[in-house]
């Protein structure tokens, strides 16, 4: 008779910690789990329909409005006037932020595939993330906006308005966890409150 191969566990070269392929049954199969399938299934479809919307509908030009008005003051001058409209503004920043947090979860997916340890436990995390990005998004804009977060320096309107806010958008989506940490600290030195443990229970990345 042949002697059994003993298993071995041990993670492949070069990959991430926490993502080495786990020697089981359904791993040795090479299918993909079916919930995985729609999981990418909904990040492409929200890939799709942002960029679309923030190309085609609602672009970086679509979200200032100037007028130019002249006064006359023994010479004329002529000033310009903008002003962001409000709703697309928030619509657009959604967007970009669901964006940012879709590219983050998705790379997740994506190596947990690829190493063969998809854990289906963190399906409602996979799926609730780009709704949090869109609106720590837009959360992000009115503190930054407002002056209570001085973390980046906001452009006057103007026509480069638009590609500001896509850009922080997007930032503050894919990096969702280190916004919340950031904005946690904030509230404490706000209020005057702060807990040790506050930010770690509040803003823990499941996927560690």
């Known amino acids: ?5 003993p298993l071995t566990n041990e993670p492949e070269e070069g990959a991430p910690s926490g993502l080495a392929p786990a020697n089981t049954p359904s791993d ?23 960029l679309g ?3 085609f509908v609602i672009g970086p030009e679509k979200l200032v409005s100037c007028s130019d ?12 006037i903008c002003r962001f409209e409000h709703r697309s503004l928030l619509v657009f920043v959604f967007l970009f932020g669901a964006l940012g947090s879709t590219l983050a979860a ?7 595939l690829r190493y063969k340890n998809y854990q289906s436990e963190k399906v409602a995390w996979q799926l609730l993330t780009p709704l949090h990005g869109g609106v720590l998004a837009v959360v992000g804009l009115y ?10 320096r906001s452009p006057a309107v103007g026509p480069e308005f638009g590609f ?16 919340v940490k950031r904005l946690i600290r904030a509230t404490e030195a706000l209020f005057g409150e702060q807990e040790d443990r506050s930010v770690d229970a ?4 499941p996927h560690d």
């Open 28 to 50: 040795s199969s090479g299918h993909v789990p079916r919930i995985a399938v729609l999981v990418c299934a909904y990040h492409v479809a929200i890939f799709a329909i942002s």
């Open 69 to 80: 008005s002249a006064t006359t003051m023994q010479t004329a001058t002529v000033s310009s």
């Open 143 to 152: 503190v930054v906006l407002g002056g209570l977060l001085a973390m980046v």
């Open 164 to 179: 500001f806010v896509g850009g922080f958008a997007f930032i503050v989506g894919f990096s969702s966890e280190l916004f």
């Open 202 to 205: 509040v803003s823990h990345d």
């Open 1 to 5: 008779m042949s002697e059994l191969q």
């Open 106 to 112: 998705s790379r997740i997916v994506v190596l947990a």
């Open 53 to 55: 919307l923030t190309t």
